[in-house]
């Protein structure tokens, strides 16, 4: 699916190599922010290295081991998320996603990830179990799959190094069946 509908203003569409200028410099002026909770700034300097993890994930993309998608705002790239990778076996995968600074606060990356899991987790790849990590500083990432209904499963200790010291990880999961029955409940009407 290459483009995934949100709302009136915004869209996910797979990332393909004619966005890397844009996302090139979303993430350019945005390096501090980003910086202290996302451990490749330093790799990415130039628009090639952009160019080069698009690449990287259109090749993902061609071996069933999930999709990144660009999230569109009035237009303008705002972000992206993505999956890790698909672990077909088991029929699991768990999911990153930043956000530029400036498009913040407006309910973008929640919407988003429920999108995402709509059409590609539980939707097209029918798949049982998604989880979200993120370090337990990370109040406002934390917050999206608290607001969307996953259970918080643990903490992994000094889980990520990033840049000059080690952070823990709250690990934060969704199954296909919960998912389903919040979905079908917000439908009826009785969900909050
Ligand atoms: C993590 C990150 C994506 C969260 O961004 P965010 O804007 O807080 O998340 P959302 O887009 O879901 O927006 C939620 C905010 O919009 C508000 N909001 C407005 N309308 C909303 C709506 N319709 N639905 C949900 N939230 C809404 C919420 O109240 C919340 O604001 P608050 O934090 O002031 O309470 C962003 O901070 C980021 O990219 N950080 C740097 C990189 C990073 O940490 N990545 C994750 C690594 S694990």
């Known amino acids: 699916m290459k483009i995934i509908p949100m709302t009136a203003e915004a869209c996910l569409k797979r990332l393909?190599?004619?966005?890397?200028?844009?996302?090139?410099?979303?993430?350019?002026?945005?390096?501090?922010?980003?910086?202290?909770w996302l451990p490749w700034l330093d790799m990415v300097r130039e628009v090639k290295d952009t160019a080069r993890f698009i690449a990287l994930t259109i090749d993902q993309h061609h071996r069933r081991q999930g999709t990144h998608y660009g999230i569109w705002y009035n237009g303008r790239l705002a972000g992206t998320l993505g999956v890790h990778s698909i672990d077909w076996a088991n029929r699991k995968t768990s999911i990153g996603y930043w956000l530029g600074a400036q498009f913040q606060g407006k309910g973008l990356m929640t919407q988003a990830v429920a999108a995402y899991l709509d059409h590609l987790v539980f939707g097209e790849w029918d798949l049982e179990r998604v989880a979200i990590q993120a370090a337990t500083g990370n109040h406002k990432s934390r917050a999206i799959p608290e607001r969307l209904g996953f259970r918080l499963e643990g903490v992994l200790r000094?889980?990520?190094?990033?840049?000059?010291?080690?952070?823990?990880?709250?690990?934060?999961?969704?199954?296909?069946?919960?998912?389903?029955?919040?979905?079908?409940?917000?439908?009826?009407?009785?969900?909050?």
């Open 158 to 192: 000094s889980n990520e190094f990033l840049y000059d010291h080690y952070v823990d990880h709250a690990v934060y999961g969704m199954l296909a069946a919960e998912w389903r029955s919040r979905t079908s409940a917000d439908e009826s009407g009785s969900g909050t």
């Open 16 to 36: 393909e190599p004619a966005d890397a200028e844009e996302m090139f410099w979303l993430t350019d002026v945005n390096r501090p922010y980003l910086r202290q």
